[in-house]
């Protein structure tokens, strides 16, 4: 069956970095575009970032200049490298996989980011 694993996450001082990795497996993984999206406590999931097959990037402008999406087809991999990291970006991070033609729409199980002092 179709894995993501995310990890990278962990306990970091505001004004940090961290760096999320996402490995897809059994998929064709140049075929998705990828997500992360985040869940913060008592708060929906909402999308961060996205990356396109062809390699377009957007994504929400709280994250904007300090967040930036990538992808390494050959390794199956989605990165997000953050910085400048805020107590508001304290979430549950989750990967995303979508082909909208497929109809497939896949979800990891997530990585805590935990922004304290």
């Known amino acids: 069956q179709v894995q993501l694993v995310e990890s990278g996450g962990g306990l970091v001082q505001p004004g940090g970095s961290l760096r999320l990795s996402c490995a897809a497996s059994?998929?064709?993984?140049?075929?998705?575009?990828m997500a992360w999206y985040r869940q913060a406590p008592g708060k929906q999931r909402e999308l961060v970032a996205t990356i396109t097959t062809a390699g377009t990037t957007n994504s929400v402008d709280s994250v904007k200049g300090r967040f930036t999406v990538s992808r390494d087809n050959a390794k199956n991999t989605v990165y997000l490298e953050m910085s400048s990291l805020k107590h508001e970006d304290t979430a549950v991070y989750y990967c995303n996989a979508k082909n909208v033609r497929l109809g497939h729409n896949y979800w990891g199980q997530g990585t805590q980011v935990t922004v304290s002092s």
């Open positions: 059994r998929i064709i993984f140049s075929l998705y575009t």
